[in-house]
């Protein structure tokens, strides 16, 4: 049996007595009176200042009086709590129980009742303390509110001239603010003043309002040195940053997995020739745009059933190359994800980003750029200088600039978004006023190209064409049929049940290969032949590099926007003569053969004199992995529109004493062009270096662009600047009787039989494009370096 002692049950028993479950529950209203008050006082008076929000002040105000009146019924409900008390504690007192406790206990180990009551009441005194100061303050802070809420219903539209659109945008509010949720979630209520905040703090159309709390401007403090990029050497995170979920996301996936020995060995070489340069290393965002389902998305459903894939080729080596350049990557293929990221606020996209634009760079393309700017309102103009657009064929700037193009008959479904040019970046460099962004293709290493010269059969030929709908050319069987004579003919047509109709019995079909098999076909036949589409894509040069030679026919005349469906709308006035000009003007006999496929003499010779070639697998340096590498990082490192340098602007006024600046130009020592004086005391630190312009003066039949080719050279826009005065015709022996600047894309020229000359006004019009047999154009010429056309020989 076990035995208690009776201290010990007596302690119990006054535990039980003193610590009763009501004594409890006034102690804990006590100590959640005292929380409340540290919590909400504190919120009240800390969380939100008349500044941080100023559509809150009714709000704010509404809320201290609430306050005001839970802390008087909580002191109540204490003062109350403290008379029950009392009583209790006189009828415990009372009992013989308590007595003879106290004869056996210490007070100072159980406190009497007297001592909780004192406590409460010292709680209650702090309450009622408390709640007559918090009283005052509100007092004055609704005062305040009514001082603010009186700003609010008086503000005043301001007139100042350094704002001019400042009333106009408040018009506009007045009529559209519920247009578009947006507003509401920058504060936009209706008011006046909230109008003027909003086009002041949101926006930049309103001066700010000079009763604003605003805290006083604080030192910028120093920005924190950026990460270093440093070259990958692992391909598996890129490979999980795309994602799943597409079809066209598994086949870029795919190719960079065959090609990622390739571009690993790439990176490794130029890290070597950078000799450990240091590269900040960029935030870019990539949005294919095409892939959204908001474009409709056409390319997924047709990359197992033939579908064009050279723009996936190109943005799966586009990832692979910034990836391993070492730059931060984001890449979406959703509207929703491309909102996420840059921040867009609910609503139709009226307003700006709710914070700045963490991204350094954006690749996207047209697609996407429409997106962007339906989403980011006034923050895509402010932010468009990070933009860089994929932009197979080019775009001209007599396209790009939007008041030119709609008064001169330019304006298209694409052009119009008033970018530098060189932010369009292209396939292949047809478009030197674009920069040339380009593709890979494989790399065959020695053992490779052995295998493949002894294994040729000459009497094999692959058409150029995976649907069916490319069969259909007018003439094909004429043609055919003369090739037929001398080769087996065969075709990656794909089809479902039925041989396509449109491909001729003769033709050996393989239906649609992987792109493994299809490589080893070509590293079997002699010759791919296309049939005038697709234009320029990347097959023809994959068969150049397995030691294929590309025959294609010659359009004459040349298709362009004026005469071809295909082109039409797109904004370029370029003249393709063939297939695959760059095949044609950069790669060129023996690798390459353009002819008139209507005339059967011309075009059997051809059939004969290609079976009789050997001909080695070739592929130019540009299109090799180290080549895109390569140009991709000089293009990172040196292009930056957001700070462009602006021309010297035409003068407001001619006069005597007006002396120009000796020009940095000097005439070449044969005296046929200018080039940059070396000893020129101006130095630009242009990027291309100012040390490989050439000026050269176009014949009146040239553009700029076959003018720059004709002298070994490329057409470099980037010049234009250097050029466009008045002095550059004096150095070259031209004579002005007139000189005038305006807006014209072809513009700086000379008009010969009437002795005018003219400048350019607008530099987004210079243009390496373009031609009118009224001028000779000023053109500005660079080196370049050898399969790298890209690149000057100083650029890297």
Not at 140 to 169: F, H, I, T, W
Request: proline share 7%.
């Amino acid at each position: 049996m076990i035995t208690v002692n009776a201290d010990g049950k007596i302690m119990v028993r006054r535990c039980l007595v003193t610590l009763r479950p009501f004594r409890i529950f006034v102690l804990g209203i006590g100590f959640f009176t005292l929380c409340f008050l540290m919590t909400s006082l504190g919120g009240q008076f800390s969380a939100k200042r008349l500044g941080d929000s100023p559509f809150t002040i009714r709000t704010e105000v509404m809320g201290a009086l609430e306050s005001r009146g839970v802390l008087r019924r909580m002191s109540d409900m204490l003062e109350m709590l403290m008379k029950r008390m009392d009583i209790l504690a006189r009828l415990e007192n009372s009992t013989d129980f308590h007595k003879g406790d106290e004869a056996r206990f210490p007070l100072d180990r159980f406190p009497p009742a007297a001592g909780l009551m004192e406590r409460i009441q010292a709680i209650a005194q702090n309450v009622s303390d408390i709640a007559i100061k918090v009283d005052q303050i509100l007092r004055n802070s609704l005062l305040n509110g009514k001082v603010g809420e009186g700003r609010r219903d008086q503000c005043e539209v301001p007139r100042d001239p350094k704002y001019p659109d400042c009333a106009g945008k408040v018009e506009w509010m007045r009529a559209r603010w519920t247009s578009d949720p947006c507003y509401a979630f920058f504060g936009v209520d209706g008011t006046e003043c909230s109008f003027l905040i909003y086009l002041s703090e949101v926006e930049w159309f309103c001066p700010p309002l000079p009763w604003r709390n605003r805290t006083a401007a604080l030192p910028s403090p120093q920005p924190l040195p950026r990460a270093q990029a440093a070259f990958r050497s692992d391909l598996a995170h890129l490979l999980e940053l795309i994602g799943t979920g597409k079809e066209s996301l598994s086949f870029m996936k795919k190719r960079i997995r065959h090609l990622a020995q390739q571009w690993l060995r790439a990176a490794r070489r130029l890290e070597q020739k950078l000799k450990g340069r240091q590269r900040d290393q960029k935030h870019i965002l990539i949005h294919i745009g095409f892939l959204t389902e908001e474009s409709g998305d056409v390319f997924s459903p047709r990359v197992l059933k033939g579908g064009p894939l050279g723009e996936m080729v190109q943005w799966a080596d586009i990832l692979a190359a910034l990836f391993l350049l070492g730059h931060s990557l984001r890449v979406t293929v959703s509207l929703k994800e491309l909102q996420s990221h840059l921040g867009v606020p609910p609503g139709r996209g009226n307003c700006p980003l709710t914070n700045p634009l963490p991204f350094d760079l954006i690749y996207t393309d047209y697609h996407g750029l429409q997106q962007m700017k339906q989403h980011m309102g006034l923050s895509f103009k402010k932010y468009r200088c990070r933009v860089r657009v994929i932009d197979t064929f080019g775009t001209e700037p007599a396209y790009n600039h939007e008041e030119y193009a709609t008064l001169r008959g330019y304006r298209t479904n694409w052009g119009y978004w008033n970018l530098q040019p060189t932010q369009f970046m292209t396939m292949f460099p047809h478009t030197p006023d674009n920069s040339f962004m380009g593709f890979v293709s494989e790399e065959l290493n020695e053992t490779e190209r052995q295998f493949i010269k002894s294994n040729k059969v000459s009497s094999m030929a692959v058409v150029y064409g995976k649907e069916a709908s490319i069969w259909k050319v007018q003439g094909k069987e004429k043609f055919l049929t003369i090739l037929n004579k001398y080769m087996e003919i065969h075709g990656t047509v794909y089809y479902e049940t039925q041989r396509p109709p449109e491909v001729p019995a003769f033709v050996k079909n393989h239906g649609l290969l992987p792109q493994h098999e299809f490589q080893q076909l070509l590293r079997k036949a002699k010759l791919f032949i296309g049939f005038g589409f697709p234009y320029e894509g990347p097959a023809p040069l994959e068969a150049i590099a397995n030691g294929c030679v590309f025959l294609q026919a010659r359009f004459n005349p040349p298709h362009s926007s004026l005469n071809h469906e295909f082109f039409r709308g797109k904004p370029t006035s370029r003249e393709v003569s063939s297939q695959h000009p760059y095949a044609e003007d950069f790669i060129g006999k023996p690798h390459v053969w353009t002819v008139d496929y209507n005339n059967s003499e011309e075009f059997e010779a051809a059939i004969k004199t290609i079976v009789r070639t050997q001909v080695d697998p070739y592929l130019p340096y540009e299109y090799t992995c180290e080549g895109m590498l390569e140009r991709i990082h000089a293009y990172i490192q040196h292009q930056d529109f957001c700070t462009t340098s602006s021309p010297p602007l035409p003068p407001k006024a001619k006069s005597p004493a007006m002396q120009s600046p000796p020009s940095p130009l000097a005439l070449s020592p044969n005296a046929t062009h200018l080039v940059w004086s070396p000893s020129a005391s101006w130095d630009p630190h242009a990027w291309p270096p100012v040390g490989s312009l050439q000026v050269w003066v176009s014949e009146t039949q040239h553009a700029c662009t076959e003018t720059c080719r004709r002298h070994g050279l490329v057409c470099e826009p980037t010049f234009f600047r250097f050029l466009n005065k008045k002095e550059v015709f004096l150095q070259l022996s031209i004579t002005c009787d007139s000189t005038e600047y305006e807006m014209n894309h072809l513009y700086p020229a000379v008009a010969e039989n009437v002795h005018e000359c003219y400048l350019q006004k607008e530099p987004l019009l210079f243009s390496c494009a373009g031609y009118n047999t009224k001028y000779r154009r000023l053109c500005p010429c660079r080196d370049y370096r050898k399969g790298q056309v890209a690149l000057c020989r100083d650029c890297l």
